[in-house]
C-alpha cells in the first residue's frame, strides 16, 4: 500500500464510525457505541502508525508526497482537488490527534456511560477526529478551509451537547460565530495568496512563495495576517478568545479532547505549515509572535482568578496555545510543536482528572466549594500532581523540555525577540502559580461533604441536579446528569485512559532533550528543511541558563501557591483588596466580552431592529409600496368621477372624440 | 440522444389538463405525479447525457412562430440551464409529493396550476428567443397568483398577492419594452432582418447609449423577481400568505430564473451597460447581503427568516453574476443550485416544526424538539449548515467561486460581503436552535418526522449531501457556456486579466483533461510518488514528488526518448540519477529504476 | 355617379342615428339608432367598395352585418329582461354602474 493510501485510511475509520454510529444510534446495545467509536479511531491511530513507517522508508528528501482523489472543484482557474499531503508535520499530528484521541474515546466510554445521548456522543465525537484528521491532512487551501469549519461544527455540536441547557446552546453559538469569523479570515487569506500564485496546492504555493513575495509583499503580509485571524479564532487567541471559557459547557471529554489537546492547536499546525510564506512575510510572523506573547500574559492572569474549575483549565490552555503560536511566530517551529504534542498529553490528562473531580462533586465545578479531595481519590490526585508538575514546567516531566525549548530559541534570537523571552518566563511563573493553586484548593485543606461521602466509600449525588453555570435546575430529559457519576477510582477503563497519559506526560519530553538526543527535529526535518531559521540552537550558555531559570521559576511559582492557598489562606483575600482594580480588571476578563459586544454584536442587532421596525415600515412600505400605491388611488378617484352611469354622456364622450381626432387630421392634411 | 424539450417542457402543464378534464380528484393527484416523475427523469436524462465537451445549445428544438416579428419558438439546454432544470423537476417533485399527503380543496384546480406553473418555469429556462422568454416569465405569475389567492390560508392573502402582482407586472412591462427595444435596435443596427433568437442578439453589441436604459429596463424585472434589496417589497407579505409547498417552489426556483436571465440574456447581449452597472449592482448585492441578514437575524416568524436569507442569498448569486468574470459566474450558476436546494427543504421542515409547535410559525413558540425527533434534528441541521455555505457543502464552493470572482473584481465589496457569510451563521443556528435545541415550548407537541414527509425531505437533503461531495459535476459540465456567457463583458470590464487568463488557456484546458495524460494520479489512487515513475524536480533539487501533468513550479518536464530520464531543463542533458538515491518502491522493498 | 353622394348620404344617416342616440332615452330607440348608423357604414364600405373595384369593403360590410345581429341579439334580450324585471325602460334611470 502506498502512504498516501494508509493517508486516505486515516480518514475513513473515523468517518465510518461516525456514520455508522449515527445510523444505528438507538439500536446498538449497551456501551457498543463507545466501543465502535473508539476501535474506530484506533484503528486511525494503527494507520498513521503504518504511513509513518512507510513515510519513513523513503528517502528523505522525498518524505512530502500528495495525493489525489478526484477532482472536487477544478474550473475557471482553481485547482481544488480532493488531495491530502502526507509528510512528516501532518503525520506528527495525525499521530498525536488520533493517540490522545483514542485514550479520550476509551475515557468517555465509561464517563459518558449514564448519559443518555451515548450513542450522539459518540457520532459527534468520531466526526470531531475525522473533521481533525482532515484538516490537519489537506494538501490544499479548499481541504483545509473545510476541515477547518468541520472541525467547528463538531466543537459546536459538543458545546451544546447539553442542548435543553439555554447557556449550553448559547456557548455553541457564540463559538460557532467567532469560528466562522475565523474561517472567512482564512478564506480571504487564502484569495490574496491565490491571487499571486494561481494555486490552491500547498507544495506548489510553497515553491513559488519567493516569487510571489518579490511580486506583491504587501498582498503576502496581508493574505498572512489574515490566515492569522483563522488562527487565532481557532486557537483563542486574544481577541478572539472569548468562546473557549464557555466552550467549557460540554461535557468533560470534549473540553479534554477539543478544547485542549486538539482542535484549539490547528492554528499552531497553521503557522508551522505555511513557514515558507510567513519566512518571506516576517511582520505577519511578528504579529503571530506578538499576539501569542500577549495571550500568554492575558490567560495567565484570568487564571489567577477564576474559580470555575474547568474554566482555570481552560484560561491555562490560552495561555500554553499563546506559547506555541509565539513559538511557531518567531520561528522555533520545531519546538513550538513539540510544546503542542506534551500539551496534549498533561492537558488532556489534566481534563480527565477535573472530569473525575467534577463526578466526585457531583457536578459541581467551583472552587470555592471543594477541597480536601487528596484522600478520598488518590489516583485522581496522582494524575493531578503529574499534569501539574508537567504544566508548570519542573524537569524531568514533559512540559519542561518543551516549553523550555521554545524559550531557549527565542533567546538566542536576539533583538527585540528577548522581549518574548522574559514574557515567556512570566508567563512560567504565572502558570505554576495558577495550576498549583487550583490542586492545592481541591486537594488540599478541609474535605468538602463531598469529599468526606466519598472516604466513606459512597459517591455523592445531588438530589436536584442543577446548571452549574447558572443554577437552573436541569431538564432530565436530555442526558445529562445521568442517575450517577463516574469517576477515575471506580472505573478501569478512565484509568487506563488516565494511566496512559500521564505516563506520557512524564516521559513524552525525552524525544528531545538538549545535547542527548533530537529526535523530533530530525522527523519533521523534511518539512523545515527549507526554512532559514536554525531550528536547534547551539548556544550552550543560554541553554544551561534557561534550564535552571525555567527550574526556579516553575519551583518558585509552586512555593507561592503553597504558602498562599495551604499556608496561609487568608492572604489571596487580603491581596485582592490590596490590588482591587486588578482584581477586578481580571475577574472580569479584562473586559473582552463587554467591548466584543458593544463593538460587535451591539451596532448588528441595532441595526437588525432599526430595518425590522423602521426601515421595512417608512422606506419599503411607505415610500416604495406606500408612494404608487397612493399615486394610483388618487388617479383612479379622478377617473371615477367621469363614470356617472349616464349612458347617453358616454356616448356624447365617445362621438366628441371621434369627432375632435378626425378634426385633428382633417387640419394637418 | 435525441431529446424532445417541447413534450420536457409540456408534460407537467398536460398532466395537469388532463386531470382537470377527467373529473377524478385522485386521478387528477396521480397524473400530476405522474407528470413531476416524468419531467424528473427526462431531466435527470437531460444531464447525464449532456455533451460537456461540445460547448452551445443541445437538443435544439427551433420552428418560427410568427415570422413576420422574428419570433421563433426556439427551445435548448446548455451549461446555464441544465442544472436549472433539473432543480426545478426536483423541486416541483418535491412540492408535489408534499400537497398530495395533505387535504386540498378544489384538488383538480390545485394541481393545474402547479402543472401550469413548472412548465412555465421550464419555459423561461429553456428559451432561446427573448420574446418566448419574456412570455414565460409573464406566464410563471399567473398560476401562483391563482395558488395563492386560492390556497392560502393567511388573512391578508389579497393584499399580499395584489402586491406581488403588481411589482412584478410593473418589473415584466418594463421587460417587454427592453425585449422589444433591443430585438428592433439589433436590426437598426446590424441591418438584418428582425429578430428575438438571443443567439442573433447576441451578435451584434448596440451603441453604449441604448444599452444603458435597455438594461436599467431587464435589471428592474430580474430585481424584483429575485428579489433584491430594496425591491422586496412584495416578499414579507408574499412569503406569509403563500401555502408551503408553492412558497418552497416559488422561493427555490423563481427566483433563480431572475438570476439566470442576468446571464442568459443581459450579460451577452448589454456587455458595456454590465460592465457600467457593475459597481450599482455589486452594491444592491451587497445591500441585499447585509439588509437580509440582519433582518433575517431579528425577525421571529421561520418563513420570513428563511426570506430574508433568501434575499441576502440572492444578494451572493447577483455578486457572482456582476463580478463579470468566469469565477464569478461559475460559483452564481452553482449557488443558485444550491440555494434552491436547500430552501425546498428548510421550508418544509420549517413547517414540520410549525405543526408541531400548535401551529405557530413563530420560533419563541417552538423549542426542544429534537430529543423526540432525532432525524428530523439531523436533517434540520444539514440543512441549515449548508445554508449557512459551511465549507465542505457546495454552497460553501458557491460562494468560494462567487467571492473569488468578485475579490479579482473589486477587492473592497468582496471584504464587506464577507460580513454577510458570518451573519448566516447567526441566522442559520439561531433558527435551529431556537427550533430544536433548548427547553420545549409551551404547546410543542414534539414527534418524528412522518415516513411520507420524510420521502420529500430526504431525498432532497440526500441531494444536498451529494453535491457536497461532487461539486465538480455542474461546475464541469457548466464550464464552457456559464464562461461564454460573460466572456465579453470579463474582456471589456478586466481586459488585463481576461487576456492573461486566456493567454494561459493551454494549462487551463489540460485541467479537465489531465485524466488522459500518462501518469495519472486519480486514477492510481494515490500518490504522485517517484516509486511510479513520476520524475524528481531537478529544478530545486529538493526531491519533492512532482505532478506529471503540470510540473514543478510550472515547468514541464521532458523526459529523453532515449534513457527515459527526467531532462534538465537547464542543460538539456539527461539527469543521472544516483543509484543510491534510487527511489524505493514501498511494495516490493526493491529499488526502482528510472 | 360620383363618390361623394354616396358619402353624404352615408354620413347623413350616421349623423340621423347618431343625434337619436344622444336625444332619445328608450333603449329600444336607442338601439334602432345604432343599426342607423351601422348601416351608413355599410354603405359608405360599400361604395369604396365599388370604387376601387375589389370585394374588401363588402367583406367588411358583410361582417358589420353579422356584428349587428349579434348586438340586436343581446340588446333585445336585455331589454326583454329588462322589462320582465319591471326595471324602467329609460337608460337614465338604468344608471348603477356608476363609479
Known sequence: MNVTDYGWLILLFPLVGSVLIGLLSSKLPGKAAGFIGTGSIFLAFLATVGALFKLQDRPEEARQVTGILYDYASTVGVDAEMSILVDPLSILMCLVVSGVSTLIHLYSVAYMWSDKGYARFFAYLNFFVFSMLLLVLAGNFMLLIVGWAFVGAASYLLISYWYRRTTATTAGLKAFVINVVGDIGLVLGTYFIFKHTGTLDFLKTFESAEEFANEGNGDLTAGLILLLVGAFAKSAQVPFHTWLPDAMEGPTPVSSLIHAATMVTAGVYLIARMHPLFEQAPAAADVAAITGAVTLLVAGTIGLVVTDLKRVIAYSTMSQIGYMIMAVGGGAYVAGLFHLMTHAFFKALLFMAAGSVIGAMAGKQDLDQMGGFRKAMPFTFGCFVIGGLALAGVPPFSGFFSKDEILLILGDRGGWYIGLYVVGYIGALLTAVYTWRMIFRAFFGEACPEAKELEGGHLHHAAVHTNPANGEVEDTEVGFPGAEHHIAEQSTAMKVAMGCLAVLAVIGGFIQIPKVNHWLDDFLHPTFEDSKIEQLSSNDGLLYFGLILGTFVALVGIAIAYRLWVQQPETPARIQARFSFLHRLFVNKWYFDELIDLVVVRPFAWFGRFGQQTFERVVVGAALIGGPTGLVKAGSAAVRALQSGFLRAYAALLLAGVAITLFYFLVQS | MTLHLSIFLWLPAAAGVLGLLLRSDKVARILAALGAFGTLGYAITAVVDYDRDQAGLQYVTDRSWISELGIHYKLGVDGLNLFLILLTAVLFLAAVLWSMRRPIERERHYWLHLGIGQSAVLGALMAQDLALFVAFFDLMLIPFYFLTIGWSTAENKNAAVLKLVIYTLVGSLLMLVAAIALAVLTKDASGNELTFVISDLTKTTLPEGSQDWIFLCFAAAFLVKMPAFPFHGWMPDGYRAMPLPVLAVFSGVLSKVAAYGFLRIVCPTLPDAAVEFQTLMLIIGLLSILYGSALAFTTTNVRLILGYSSLAQLGFILLGVFALNPQGAQGAILQAVNHGLVVAPAFFLAALAAERAGGSEDIRDMGGLAFRAPVMAVLFLIVAFANLAMPGSANFVGEFFILLGVFNAKVAIACIAFAGVALAAVYSLRLFIRAMHNRTGADTDSREIGVRDGLVVVPLVLAILALAFYPQLPLEKGEKDVVGAVAVAFERSDPERAARENGEDPTQAATPGRPESGVDPAAAGGAIDPATGAPVDPATGTGQPVDPATGGGGEQIQIDPNTGLPIDPNTGQPIQIDPEQLPVDPATGQEVTP | ?99
Open chain 3, 1 to 99: 355617379m360620383a363618390i361623394g353622394w354616396y358619402l353624404a348620404v352615408s354620413a347623413l344617416i350616421f349623423s340621423i342615428g347618431a343625434g337619436g342616440v344622444l336625444t332619445r332615452r328608450n333603449p329600444l330607440v336607442i338601439l334602432l339608432c345604432l343599426e342607423l348608423m351601422l348601416n351608413a357604414a355599410n354603405l359608405a364600405l360599400i361604395a369604396f367598395s365599388r370604387m376601387h373595384g375589389n370585394g374588401d369593403g363588402q367583406i367588411f360590410a358583410i361582417v358589420v352585418m353579422v356584428v349587428a345581429a349579434c348586438e340586436v341579439c343581446i340588446g333585445l334580450g336585455v331589454i326583454v329582461a329588462m322589462y320582465r324585471r319591471q326595471l324602467p325602460i329609460d337608460v337614465d334611470e338604468l344608471r348603477e354602474l356608476q363609479g
